[in-house]
């Protein structure tokens, strides 16, 4: 199978490639000039420097590649820093999105895609909701979660008006090595390393660690992802998660106790979010229901993340 992975230099795209490359199939990859990564995939062949935005240039590497199967994961994809650049968020995600279904249309009705959708799309509701179901009302809070359910609506558009297969992820956290420090996890993983190493004193700057939040390592999460298309589950949402949701103080004092440091912690205001769900617990019944199994428990994924971050500085 011929397949084009957007944003294949990142965690997900670049988990993607990897299992896809496994199986014996034809991987190709999108990535921005600018963009940076540790990954071996950005010295593959088969990658086409290229941003989602600039359609004409999408519609070359679509023209090369003919691709049977789509996975976009190149986004703004980060739910705080969306606050700080909300226009590029919309623009980005939803533009970037429509032009991927365009060119996935213009290819042909055999062209399947995947389109990362978000846990963010749930947005405001009651924890007594919680797990959280696909059928749940979206009334997302955050820059972020507004662009991902608009990407959903869209793409729903695609898959409603045109018959194309569209896949709908709904994807709760996920977890791994060779992610930016812009999440809790990962700004928290590279501070124990730093201070670990001599590098930083030792204190740990934390937001908010009331919040409780369903975790996937991103093997996991790309596995279950696989399963939507091979059961071809197309033109419905699907929970990406555990079912188990970690406050962000066990998540850190779970890393503290990996590092094995002494440290104080201390809040930082401009880690805080203007907006903050309390809980964000998915139902993973849906993905369970098509053979998903959990593989990798939450602390063994922090061993990992705290281990590529000792490697990274």
């Known amino acids: 199978m011929r397949i084009l992975i957007t944003g294949i230099t990142g965690m997900v795209g670049s988990y993607f490639y990897r299992m896809y490359k496994e199986r014996g199939n034809e991987v190709y990859g999108i990535a921005r000039n600018s963009a940076s990564s540790r990954m071996e995939v950005v010295r593959d062949e088969n990658i086409f420097r290229c941003d989602i935005i600039d359609r004409d240039a999408l519609e070359k590497v679509f023209d090369k590649v003919h691709p049977e199967l789509v996975i976009h994961m190149a986004a703004q994809a980060f739910n705080g820093l969306s606050w700080d650049c909300e226009y590029l968020t919309h623009y ?37 909701d919680c797990p959280l179901k696909e059928h ?99 033109g419905m949402p699907v929970n990406i998660c555990t079912g188990k949701a970690y406050k962000i103080a066990e998540v850190l004092q779970m890393l503290i106790d990996i590092a094995n440091v002494k440290v104080e912690i201390i809040e930082d205001k401009s880690l805080l979010r203007t907006s903050d769900e309390p809980l964000l617990l998915g139902d993973n019944s849906l993905i369970k229901s098509l053979g998903f199994q959990q593989k990798y428990q939450l602390r063994e994924t922090l061993q990992m993340v705290y281990a590529d971050w000792l490697q990274r500085i």
Request: proline share 5%; charged share 20%; net charge neutral.
């Open 92 to 128: 980005t995600n939803y533009v970037g999105s429509l032009n991927v279904l365009k060119c996935a249309l213009r290819n042909g009705l055999f062209t399947k895609v995947l389109l990362a959708c978000s846990s963010a799309e749930y947005g405001d509701f009651d924890i007594t």
């Open 136 to 234: 749940q009302n979206l009334r997302p809070v955050t820059p972020y979660g507004v662009s991902k359910a608009g990407v959903e609506l869209l793409g729903y558009q695609y898959y409603s008006n045109y018959d194309l297969p569209v896949y709908f992820p709904r994807m709760f956290i996920h977890v791994g090595t060779g992610h930016p420090p812009a999440t809790a996890i990962q700004n928290f993983a590279r501070q124990l390393a730093l201070i670990s190493k001599g590098i930083l004193e030792p204190v740990v700057r934390v937001g908010n660690l009331e919040s409780a939040r369903d975790f996937i390592d991103v093997r996991d999460g790309v596995a279950a992802m696989m399963l939507l298309i091979e059961n071809d589950k197309r």
